[in-house]
């Protein structure tokens, strides 16, 4: 009888704390498993340079066919050997944003990212994954260092805005001081203290920066910096400055926010906006050495080719 009431108790509790939205220790609770999946591409297409909002109606159609713009993406997009179909392919469970923009990017109005003329010509000299379409030439295979970080299982950037195939989970978790985000994908995981302590010095870089994060009411707000020179987030140099703001706005709902910084690189600071959905679903390990030999292959291909 008591243990039942304890559990009684105890979910009493969780229940209350669900409903304030709020963690036992008093900070806003972002804590669960969430998806920044969505069909809305990181810049505005062309065909939409003139409409920055989707209606309503025009947000459900884009939902319902997300798969299937998906699909046509990666025929026209993406070199594969039919691996990336509708059984491993998870936009159909991609949401468009509360704010209903047809592009993340928000600031600048246009939905564009304004590279500087060095910041452009870097990132189409860095190897990723849409150098093809953006570029007009294929990533070269004479060495590894020709890949994308993608391939070479070292980071991705969807941390930060999704990838718009698979993996596009994140787990928040919470303890006082210090707040925990592990991104699906790579199972890249970020320990951000909220406690104050100073930086690390500039002269230690890494590849996810350094993040220090602090609450501004109901919001989380992270600041990154000391990021590698070999990162290149589109085309940034090591003086990177990313800052990000999560608010809950309900049981199901975070709003994202992300501003993006580097003079040599953009003519100003550049912001998106996203909205992150709560999922019941686990996060699994993306083991993406385990067996893998994509990349051994890759190089291997390109020397066939080479000799024929």
């Avoid at 992300?258 to 040599?264: A, E, F, G, I, K």
């Amino acid at each position: 009888m008591r243990a039942t009431r304890l559990l009684l108790t105890l979910a009493l509790f969780a229940s209350a704390d669900t409903l304030a939205q709020t963690t036992p220790w008093g900070d806003p609770d972002l804590r669960g498993v969430w998806s920044n999946l969505t069909p809305v591409p990181l810049e505005r297409p062309a065909a939409l340079a003139n409409k920055p909002f989707y209606t309503p109606a025009e947000a459900a159609e884009a939902e319902k066919n997300a798969l299937a713009t998906t699909l046509k993406r990666v025929e026209a997009e993406t070199a594969t050997s039919g691996e990336f179909n509708e059984i491993w392919l998870e936009s159909a469970k991609g949401r468009v944003p509360r704010n209903l923009s047809t592009s993340l990017v928000i600031d600048p109005p246009d939905g564009r990212i304004p590279y500087t003329r060095d910041g452009r010509a870097r990132w189409e000299e860095t190897p990723h994954l849409t150098t093809e379409r953006i570029t007009g030439r294929k990533l070269r295979a004479d060495t590894w260092e020709d890949r994308a970080l993608q391939e070479r299982c070292i980071t991705s950037d969807t941390m930060f805005y999704p990838n718009g195939f698979y993996n596009n989970y994140m787990q928040i978790v919470q303890a006082p001081g210090s707040i925990v985000i592990r991104v699906e994908n790579m199972h890249e995981t970020r320990v951000i203290p909220l406690d104050g302590r100073p930086r690390l010095s500039a002269n230690i870089k890494q590849w996810t920066g350094e993040s220090r994060g602090r609450w501004e009411g109901k919001t989380l707000v992270v600041e990154t910096t000391n990021f590698n020179s070999r990162r290149r987030f589109h085309g940034a140099t090591e003086n990177l400055k990313l800052v990000e703001r999560f608010t809950r706005v309900d049981k199901d709902t975070i709003d994202y926010r992300l501003t993006v910084s580097d003079p040599q690189t953009f003519t100003q600071p550049w912001t998106l906006e996203n909205s992150l959905w709560r999922t019941d679903e686990e996060i699994y390990e993306s083991g993406c050495h385990e067996g893998n030999i994509g990349l051994a292959g890759i190089l291997a291909g390109a020397r066939a080719q080479k000799e024929k």
